[in-house]
């Protein structure tokens, strides 16, 4: 497995190299022998290059591709097993040496001839027919269920007789469908009235597995004991005679302890199924020898995978309709080719390759391996004989053998075959094949010396065909004969530019006029095939003088401007060239008249503002000039006066900032000073006394919940102080109600009374409190409301409590 993985990694690192270099060798126009796609199926894969099932030692050419389709019939044991296949290819020339394939079955159709000789008919989902025809699972040969009930034990892994199953007879397995596990197993006959309690089991989840390429998984009562999901085979029963211990049982006769399988659908449960796109191929094709060289050496590197795996009830169904095997991971497979042109008419052809293939697993089945599938060792040598350039007759002997670690086979058939046929190319992109093919060691009756067992069917057909047809592109075998070129032609003037002399009341330092304004012309025209060359000029400004490969061009008295002279020349032969020459009149650079005066301008504005009142900037000129005014400031925004001389700035929010304020000029000379700026100082506002709260003649409970609420603020600000200010209706009233505001405070909340301040409003109609809080910095505040009632009258004495009275009646 090392090796061929060391293979595979070593061909795919030739298939980069090759494909650096990209050559186009042309075929022989005498070699008689075209290129075809091999057929494959039955172990080679199709697609390649090559012969039927044997690759050839060349490759298509670069731009050369073909399509193919095929109908492939062949035979396999065990199971005399009848398989169609239709692969259709592509495949493509990449350079000399390397082409890519692609290859997929679009549709196989298979047919057991013998489907008691397969495991897959065997599986709890699986029935055969019995006695008059009545369908049951049939007997097998099983690895022990679970017992679920029952004193007899069945444990172990030793291999176990599983009877034919319900309705056919009471002990087998009944019929139950996929993922099987945890589904009713089989009672082997141990119930009835004289055995209790009655013996049940169940199907049991698989255990081990040695992942995509180890050993398979354990089956309790569905796989045999050797491990896959697949039971040994019961070919044949007797009955035991009854005696006085025994009542008469049935034994199986001829069976096998390890499961039997044909490697290409190993799970096959019909006598005919149908599958389309059944597996995916793509790979390279990379001829290591020479392109002329008779000997074709080099090696196929390919990545097989299957559409259909045992995930979900609809692919173990396609498997069982015999689509393929799930590999999980798909296959890896390299081929070596070598081939050698012994005469113009006979070609022989050899390959030996490897195929690593992975093992089906089941996501359904907790992962489980189904089956330890065998790696293929793929030999083969075929002979071709191009008659002539239409017909190519081929004979071919290739074998299959399967090795490595796998799952072992009762009756595994390593598969040899011959072949002959005849490929027919009407032309060198299309053609038609057709071939016959045998299966030379299926297990007939002299595979068994003519000594079969018992019962046991032998294969009868070994029989097969193939039938191709493909269609594609094949690049000519010799060149053309050159076409008439074209000419070439270039064109060049004796000067590339012009400069006229600078406006009036103009002048440069830096350039001088041209003393000519006429152009000298010359074109160079060049013919492959030597022919005689016609010229002919034009202009898009000024005049010419002259004609053929050198003429005149006066450009007196254009504007300035980019002009072209092209030159068209004709070979008369239908092909013509043309040249171009690209002149640049432009006026001197630099020309620049005496500099206008530049007016000085300067800035004025306030010193310093408060904030919240605008600043205005205005811009002054030393003398008037036709300019436009393009104000910026560092702060605030400009309300007014944008474009003119004069702007006005706000200054909200600007506490602390200088406002700088920059006027730059338009319309002025490049060389003239354009800006200047003067900056303002914005002073902030002082702090002011903010009322917090008011109220009236409320219940000191309400008044407590207010001052609850001024307390957290003054404990949030801890550099603000409170002033109280009460009204009353009489006099002292209002002075004593903000002491007891302060009172509550103090000695409450925990405010310090040096905080607060407690003032007299005056007396009003009904009391009434405010509570402010002053900032630091802050001047004392001006009470919201006012005394309405001058002078105050005095406050009335509250009568005395009766004495005797109890306080408790009061």
Not at 148 to 156: A, N, P
Not at 732 to 751: F, M, P, S
Request: net charge neutral; with cysteine; charged share 15%.
């Amino acid at each position: 497995m090392r090796l061929a993985n060391r293979a595979l990694i070593a061909a795919l690192a030739t298939l980069v190299l090759c494909a650096v270099v990209s050559a186009q060798t042309l075929r022989s126009p005498n070699d008689p022998r075209n290129q075809s796609p091999s057929v494959g199926t039955g172990g080679p894969e199709g697609g390649p290059t090559g012969l039927f099932t044997v690759y050839d030692g060349d490759t298509i050419r670069r731009g050369e591709f073909t399509f193919s389709v095929a109908y492939s019939n062949f035979d396999r044991d065990p199971g005399d097993v009848d398989i169609t296949d239709i692969p259709l290819s592509f495949n493509v020339g990449l350079n000399d040496h390397i082409e890519l394939f692609f290859k997929t079955n679009g549709l196989r159709g298979i047919k057991a001839n013998n489907s008691p000789n397969l495991s897959g008919f065997y599986l709890p989902n699986s029935q055969l027919a019995f006695g008059s025809g009545t369908l049951c699972v049939p007997p097998a040969v099983i690895l022990p269920p679970v017992r679920v009930s029952g004193s007899t034990e069945l444990t172990g892994f030793s291999p176990l007789f599983r009877p034919v199953g319900p309705p056919c007879n009471v002990g087998g397995q009944p019929l139950r469908q996929f993922p099987f596990i945890g589904a009713t197993g089989p009672n082997f006959g141990l119930t009835g009235n004289n055995i209790a309690p009655p013996f049940t089991s169940v199907l049991g989840a698989p255990v081990g597995g040695g992942g995509n390429f180890g050993n398979a998984s354990s089956f309790p009562g569905i796989g045999s004991v050797v491990g896959s999901i697949l039971p040994g085979i019961v070919v044949s029963t007797r009955v035991t005679p009854a005696n006085l211990t025994f009542n008469p049982l049935t034994v199986p006769n001829l069976y096998t302890v390890q499961p039997t399988y044909i490697a290409d659908a190993p799970f096959l449960n019909r006598r005919y199924g149908e599958s389309s796109f059944t597996n995916f191929v793509v790979g390279a094709k990379i001829r290591l020898s020479g392109p002329n060289s008779p000997l074709g050496v080099g090696v196929i590197p390919f990545y097989r995978w299957y559409p259909d795996k045992a995930n979900d009830f609809s692919g173990f169904n396609q498997m069982q309709r015999g689509a393929g095997p799930g590999a999980s991971i798909g296959d890896f497979g390299l081929v070596g080719f070598v081939a050698g042109r012994l005469s113009e008419h006979v070609n022989i052809s050899a390959n030996l390759g490897y195929i690593l293939n992975s093992n089906p697993k089941s996501s359904a089945m907790n992962d489980a391996v189904l089956l330890d599938r065998p790696d293929e060792l793929l030999a083969g040598i075929g002979f071709d004989f191009p008659v002539n350039e239409h017909f190519q007759l081929i004979g071919e002997v290739r074998s299959t053998m399967y090795v490595a670690g796998r799952t072992p086979n009762s009756f595994n058939n390593n598969p040899v075959e011959a072949l002959g046929g005849i490929k027919i190319y009407p032309r060198r992109w299309w053609g038609i094949g057709a071939a016959y093919r045998r299966h030379l060691n299926q297990q007939d009756q002299s595979h068994f010396d003519n000594q079969l067992p018992v019962t046991f069917v032998p294969s009868s057909d070994p029989n097969g065909f193939i039938g191709q047809f493909w269609i594609g592109h094949r690049n000519a075998r010799t060149l053309p004969p050159p076409p008439n070129q074209p000419p070439t032609v270039s064109a060049s003037a004796s000067m590339s530019s012009i400069s006229l002399p600078c406006p009036p009341g103009t002048s440069s330092e830096s350039c001088t006029a041209s003393a000519s304004q006429t152009i000298q012309l010359t074109s160079n025209g060049v013919d492959p095939d030597n022919d005689t060359l016609l010229y002919t000029w034009s202009v898009t400004g000024g005049k010419l003088s002259g004609e053929g490969k050198a003429v005149s061009w006066d450009l007196s008295g254009v504007m300035p401007g980019t002009y072209t002279a092209s030159v068209t020349v004709n070979d008369g032969n239908a092909h013509e060239a043309n040249g171009s020459a690209v002149v640049t009149v432009a006026v001197c650079t630099g020309c620049v008249a005496p500099p206008p005066p530049c007016p000085a301008v300067s800035v004025s504005g306030p010193s310093e503002v408060d904030q919240g009142q605008p600043i205005t900037f205005t811009a002054s000129l030393s003398f008037d000039a036709n300019v436009t005014y393009n104000w910026s400031v560092s702060a605030g925004t400009i309300s007014s006066g944008q474009g003119t001389s004069s702007i006005t700035v706000d200054t909200a929010g600007l506490a602390g900032q200088t406002v700088t304020a920059t006027v730059e000029l338009g319309g002025l000379d490049p060389s003239c000073a354009k800006s200047n700026s003067a900056s303002t100082s914005v002073r902030p506002l002082p702090p002011v006394a903010v009322m917090f709260d008011e109220y009236g003649n409320i219940r000191f409970n309400d008044e407590k919940a207010r001052l609850d609420n001024y307390a957290i603020q003054l404990q949030n600000a801890p550099g603000d102080t409170g002033t109280i200010v009460g009204f009353g209706s009489c006099e002292g009233e209002g002075l004593a109600r903000a002491e007891r505001a302060k009172g509550y405070l103090v000695n409450t909340r925990g405010i310090d009374a040096g905080r607060l301040t407690t003032v007299d409003g005056g007396c009003r109609e009904e009391v009434w409190v405010e509570l402010w809080r002053v900032p630091t910095g802050a001047a004392a505040p001006t009470p919201k409301n006012a005394a309405t009632i001058s002078p105050c009258p005095a406050c009335k004495k509250k009568p005395a409590p009766r004495r005797g009275r109890r306080m408790d009646e009061e």
